[in-house]
């Protein structure tokens, strides 16, 4: 037998981690940072620097704000109480524009399903099936649904159809990039097991992929009926009935009191909307007690004590198959029983109060080539080509400097409301509120107020977004932060690490790709709702959007639509990019 010697010192003992001299317990050298990521972050400061520039060209100025006060009391004193429709007529519109905004809805989460599973990098068949996918949901973001509807109320007669086809169609985008983005951060382990079994590529989604992405998928879903909630005000402008059409009425009619009552009403509606969002993740998603939001502990205060009960092990039916078979109806098989009819009845309530005109899918045929021949080939007509590109790059401008502003306060507000940074439940609570207060006001009217106070301009558009933007990208930076792997943080508060500490150290480092992610959705976002803005006088394409479409001249709406997808584009390659440098 061969005795090796351990190498020593003169003290006699061996050299820690830490010795000069080289010993087989010396510390690792630092992996170098690779020249992508040094380009990565580069850039980031970049558009972050552009962004500053931005603001600062858009000329901000609150001291001017404060001397516009005037103007804004003024617009008080005209606007006087606020007025309602009749109470008939507001339950119809307002079960009307819930029906199109959720049967819109889950037409697109349908349709994101398989564009999803070949948009991500570990499902897709092929790269070419990946560009092709990734492209669809960069096209149906970058229309925005303001001319979708445009174009499709000459195709189909005037009703909801125009709205929940505009609505479902533009959501795909989001919908499909979440789907996608959830998928390819699956743990691979039940896959691939699933797979050496010889399971079929269909029973690698369904048993090892969908079980881990449907809790996201769920609250994408009900994430994006919200925003279009929101969206479908400004379909009213273009003649999508409900609400919003309603609310265009009124403004156009210098009634103000009843434009901004109808916009109380949709601010109540999506806070009713993330009530009934708690209900479904409460029945679906419940036993992950840190998915918990401030309405989730007032629906469901008992759900922690359930999660240990259940966590303990299989029910006794599932014992085996005979007893599986004769399930017992249990209290809470009937509650989840009876919110699924609830749920089908809903959707079919949703279609039947739409009243949708379904002729028209076997008449609109006939005028395809007629309307295409109207948006096509694109063409500037009368404006000249360098303002064209000139009001773009205002529009990027107003996007990237709204972003900018919105960062600071979506991550300090996000993390807050975060159960696992929040420093108490009822700082969670109150900045979970805030969150759902500031979605709830629709950007369009953020814009109009902003434009009486502050004249027609930019600043208005890049305030509006701004504000709207911190309810967005707060949410899903919460959303994210919640979902981490809680292990590295239960390690370092063990050791004694404050929870500043465990935060910078472990939350943010997890989260940070999406963060990366989130805030180039965010631009991606503003870019489309900077141009919606342009039509109340937000600045940028938008004006020039307005006037071709109230002049009919449908080439020119479709040249400014190739310059937004153009920009699109750009930016979701930077943002792929970005998550894969930063992964």
């Known amino acids: 037998m061969t005795v090796v010697a351990r190498p020593s010192t003169k003290s006699g003992r061996q050299r820690g981690p830490g010795s000069p001299a080289g010993g087989v317990a010396e510390r690792a050298p630092r992996r170098p940072v690779s020249p992508e990521r040094i380009a990565a972050s580069l850039t980031l400061l970049a558009l972050l620097v552009v962004g500053v520039l931005a603001i600062n060209e858009v000329g901000i100025s609150i001291p001017a704000m404060v001397e516009s006060w005037g103007n804004a009391e003024n617009f008080m004193a005209r606007v006087g109480g606020l007025s309602f429709p009749e109470p008939g007529d507001l339950v119809w519109l307002i079960a009307l524009t819930v029906g199109l905004v959720l049967v819109g809805t889950l037409l697109a989460a349908v349709l994101s399903v398989p564009i999803a599973y070949l948009a991500a990098s570990n499902t897709t068949p092929g790269n070419g099936w990946r560009a092709a996918a990734r492209f669809i949901g960069v096209l149906t973001r970058a229309l925005p649904d303001v001319v979708l ?16 086809l505009a609505i479902g169609i533009h959501s795909i985008g989001m919908i499909s990039k979440m789907f996608a983005d959830a998928i390819e951060q699956v743990d691979e382990g039940p896959r691939l097991a699933i797979r050496a079994a010889g399971g079929s590529k269909m029973q690698e989604f369904t048993s090892g992929i969908l079980p881990q992405v449907l809790p996201s998928w769920v609250a994408t879903v009900l994430h994006r009926n919200d925003i279009n909630l929101r969206g479908s005000v400004v379909l009213g402008y273009v003649g999508v009935a409900g609400l919003g059409l309603e609310m265009s009425y009124a403004f156009k009619a210098l009634n103000y009191g009843k434009g901004l009552g109808i916009a109380l009403v949709i601010f109540v509606l999506c806070v009713v909307m993330e009530i009934v969002s708690s209900l479904v993740r409460g029945a679906m998603l419940g036993q992950q007690k840190h998915t918990r939001s401030w309405i989730d ?9 359930t999660v240990g009960a259940a966590a303990v092990g299989r029910p006794a039916w599932a014992s085996s198959p005979q007893t599986a078979v004769r399930r017992p109806w249990t209290a809470q098989r009937v509650q989840h029983t009876i919110a699924g009819i609830v749920a089908v009845l809903v959707v079919i309530g949703s279609v039947v109060v739409s009243q949708i ?13 007629e309307v295409a021949a109207k948006f096509w080939p ?6 000249d080509a360098s303002a064209m590109f000139e009001a ?4 990027v401008a107003i996007a990237l400097a ?3 502003l919105t960062l600071v306060p979506s991550i300090v507000l996000g993390s807050l409301a975060a159960r696992n940074v929040a420093p108490s439940s009822g700082a969670r609570g109150a900045a979970r509120f805030l969150l759902v207060g500031i979605r709830g006001i629709p950007e369009l009217i953020l814009a109009i107020v902003l434009v009486v106070i502050t004249g027609l301009g930019p600043q208005a558009g890049v305030i509006a977004l701004a504000i709207g933007g911190i309810g967005l990208l707060g949410k899903l930076i919460a959303d994210s932060f919640e979902e981490v792997d809680r292990g590295p943080e239960r390690a370092l508060r063990a050791v004694g690490a404050t929870r500043l500490q465990t935060y910078t150290s472990a939350t943010v480092p997890q989260g940070m790709q999406a963060l990366i992610g989130h805030s180039f959705y965010m631009l991606d976002t503003n870019i489309r709702a900077a141009t919606i803005l342009g039509i109340v006088g937000g600045g940028g394409v938008g004006y020039y959007l307005l006037n071709a479409s109230q002049g009919s001249r449908y080439e020119t709406v479709t040249a400014i639509v190739l310059m937004i997808l153009v920009t699109v584009l750009v930016v979701e390659g930077l943002a792929m990019w970005m998550r894969k440098v930063f992964r």
């Not at 509807?149 to 929940?164: C, E, K, N």
């Not at 694109?378 to 404006?383: A, L, M, N, V, W």
């Open 357 to 369: 005109n379904w002729l028209d899918f076997f008449t609109f045929w006939g005028k395809l080539p």
């Open 402 to 404: 709204a972003t900018v």
């Open 392 to 395: 773009m790059r205002d529009t």
């Open 378 to 383: 694109p063409s500037f007509g009368s404006y």
């Open 297 to 305: 502990r007032i629906l469901h205060p008992r759900l922690g004590k």
């Open 149 to 164: 509807a445009m174009a499709f109320v000459l195709m189909f007669s005037l009703g909801t159809l125009p709205g929940i």
